[in-house]
């Protein structure tokens, strides 16, 4: 009985996280979205540089030097919990090198460009970037996703790609693909998701990062951006829906909230992710395990000849 109780609650958490990362996981707020096919006039949003819109997609930066695009939403964002999904694609002439890479934004500054990819380096809010390019020397693998939260009052730096300054990175291979990449980002009682599924098969297998104590006010704009510098990409936006989710416990007053992430563990020295570190953990964890398996064993044997010894 114990035990179908066990497989019935882990089933439930099996269906739980499934029910997760829903088709439709709130309800779908197309004010703030931009769902295919696009027309030329988009009134909810505003194109800013060098941004074009087709029905298929809006290009943010054409696989061109020296471009910059941003598509900016007029609405902002009233409600505390949401759900985004974004489609994209990146994708050049470049075979392994191409830039600068597609930031996504939800800040109060909506409309402003800048060295963040095209975007402002001075936010107040929210920003992940889809960044194509290590400009710094021992900043890890590219192309990268990474995540930051910043209340205003320092700069991205794009010299080392926000390497101390993200909440959460990984590693995205997105570029030159056939379907679109989609990222997924759930934000939820202050615990932020940040979900990657570059070859768009929707199953977003993939967590890139996940923090809790994640403060973000209401009131924050969505916006796209984009740049190319000495290296190009086509940079384009194909779809971009959010959901509002609805929570039972009270969010507070958010409006003024400042932006901040609690008890962030503070950044290591920036150093190139050495793999030794992650063979080691897992050596300990296997002697662990073959030293714990061997001590139980050993009792288990003793326990059975002294009850062996009881009964005859
Ligand atoms: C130039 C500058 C950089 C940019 C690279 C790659 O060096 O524009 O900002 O990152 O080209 O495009
Ligand atoms: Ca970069």
Redesign the pocket.
């Known amino acids: 009985m114990k035990i179908a109780g066990s497989l019935l609650s882990l089933l439930g958490l099996v269906l739980a996280e499934q029910a997760y990362w829903d088709d439709n996981p709130g309800f779908l707020k197309r004010s703030h979205s931009l769902i295919p096919p696009h027309s030329g006039n988009l009134p909810l949003w505003e194109l800013k540089g060098d941004t074009m819109a087709t029905s298929e997609y809006i290009r943010l930066t054409p696989d061109q030097q020296s471009k910059t695009g941003g598509l900016w939403s007029r609405v902002p964002i009233t409600f505390p919990w949401w759900e985004l999904q974004l489609a994209y694609k990146i994708h050049g002439s470049g075979k392994s090198i191409a830039?600068?890479g597609l930031g996504m934004f939800i800040i109060k500054e909506r409309g402003k460009f800048g060295s963040a990819l095209g975007g402002p380096s001075q936010f107040t809010g929210f920003a992940a970037f889809m960044d194509s390019?290590k400009?710094g020397q021992t900043t890890g693998n590219f192309p990268q996703i990474s995540g930051f939260v910043s209340d205003g009052s320092w700069s991205y730096n794009?010299d080392n790609d926000g390497a101390d300054q993200n909440i959460g990175k990984c590693l995205s291979g997105h570029r030159n693909k056939k379907d679109s990449s989609l990222l997924r980002i759930r934000y939820f009682e202050d615990r932020l998701t940040v979900k990657v599924d570059p070859d768009g098969t929707g199953d977003f297998k993939k967590t890139c990062f996940e923090v809790d104590g994640v403060k973000l006010p209401t009131g924050l704009y969505v916006g796209f951006t984009s740049a190319?510098?000495?290296?190009t990409d086509n940079h384009d936006v194909v779809s971009f829906k959010i959901w509002q989710l609805d929570s039972k416990t009270d969010a507070g007053k958010r409006h003024e909230m400042k932006p901040e992430v609690l008890n962030l563990a503070p950044k290591e020295a920036v150093k190139e992710e050495s793999s030794s570190g992650g063979g080691w953990g897992f050596f300990t964890f296997l002697l662990v395990l073959i030293i714990g398996g061997g001590v139980g064993f050993y009792y288990y044997q003793e326990r059975e000849k002294a009850s062996a010894k009881r009964f005859y």
């Open positions: 830039a600068d390019y400009n794009h190319t510098g000495d290296l």
